[in-house]
């Protein structure tokens, strides 16, 4: 671990710099296909944020404008131009929803914040249970998650720099209501794919709510078990199915349900410790790592899997051993924490 942390710190502006264009970053994305996304630069702000530093060259005023400039006014989302489907509300847009985090994040790496409210999730308790009703929960937990993940940023940004707290009691309220007491986790599992789509659903989900804002999950020991479940039924995952999302879904879980619990800590730890012993062989100098196994390496892949081996290694204590530490999306801090 501290090779791959020392290989990761000297390496990564060589990483930043395959993938640098004239006006930002383009790499590939999870699908191994490269195209342009507002990600790619703010993966590269995220990354070079791990190490204590700005990307070589970036002008931060500049970057914030070009960030800032993202946010559309009337619903304070993200939408981008080029993946943007005309016709359908900005809230049913998958990139307009992530860069709520990627964007923000990015944002407040370089000291800055979203330009306006995110005005979408500011709605009336009844307009929000229904737009939590309707999500798939039985058949795409995983997305449905996604978009809670979403709704409890926009939460964070407008508490944290605007001062409003909009409808987080009833967010919070219906996720208690609605968290399955057996399987701990929101959602249904499906017949191809088994626990992966709540479990998943269940990171992000969790990610932008109750580790956001420091809150107690609801059904610790069983949202436990049905990780572990998963992660068995898959046989710790493997072929492209060992990636980042996966990896991340697992240890990210075992890492916040652990504030809450020792059960089946030596579990976890043998998980948290398969991950680093498999990291170093992963990682390809100069390039970083592949999103999946059997990939190419990406932005995406390198600053997504030193941080799920930053959460191995905090879960394990030794996260002082490991030179990056995540300060955006993959962050431990709870920085919504009394607001």
Not at 163 to 184: D, K
């Amino acid at each position: 671990m501290l090779r791959l942390g020392q290989k990761a710190k000297e390496q990564w502006p060589d990483i930043l710099a395959r993938w640098k264009t004239s006006e930002a970053y383009e790499s590939l994305e999870a699908d191994g296909v490269r195209r342009p996304a507002i990600r790619h630069l703010c993966d590269a702000i995220e990354i070079a944020a791990g190490f204590g530093h700005l990307p070589p060259g970036l002008d931060p005023s500049q970057t914030v404008g070009l960030l800032q400039g993202l946010q559309d006014r009337e619903t304070g989302l993200f939408p981008e131009e080029h993946s943007r489907v005309h016709g359908r509300a900005l809230r049913e847009d998958p990139k307009a929803l992530y860069n709520v985090l990627s964007v923000g994040y990015a944002l407040e790496l370089l000291g800055s914040e979203p330009r306006y409210p995110i005005q979408a999730v500011q709605l009336g308790a009844e307009e929000l249970e229904q737009w939590l009703n309707g999500l798939p929960w039985s058949s795409r937990a995983w997305h449905a998650g996604s978009v809670v993940d979403a709704i409890g940023t926009a939460m964070y940004f407008n508490a944290r720099y605007l001062g409003i707290r909009g409808p987080r009691q009833t967010l919070f309220e219906w996720l208690s209501h609605n968290a399955n007491t057996v399987s701990g986790l929101w959602g249904e599992p499906t017949a191809l794919e088994g626990w992966l789509q709540p479990v998943n659903g269940f990171y992000r989900l969790t990610r932008g709510t109750y580790a956001q804002f420091g809150i107690p999950l609801p059904h610790p020991h069983a949202s436990l078990e049905t990780v572990h479940l998963n992660y068995r039924n898959h046989k710790g995952f493997v072929g492209t199915q060992y990636n980042a999302c996966n990896l991340l879904d697992t240890i990210h879980p075992l890492l916040l349900i652990a504030r809450q619990t020792d059960y089946r800590r030596a579990d976890g730890e043998a998980i948290a410790r398969n991950l680093i012993s498999r990291a170093l062989d992963r990682w390809r100098d100069g390039e970083g790592f592949a999103f999946a196994d059997g990939g190419e390496p990406s932005l995406q892949g390198t600053e997504m899997w030193i941080s799920v081996i930053h959460l191995a290694a905090d879960f394990l204590d030794l996260s002082d051993r490991f030179a990056f530490v995540p300060k955006g999306v993959h962050r431990t801090a709870t920085p919504g924490l009394g607001l």
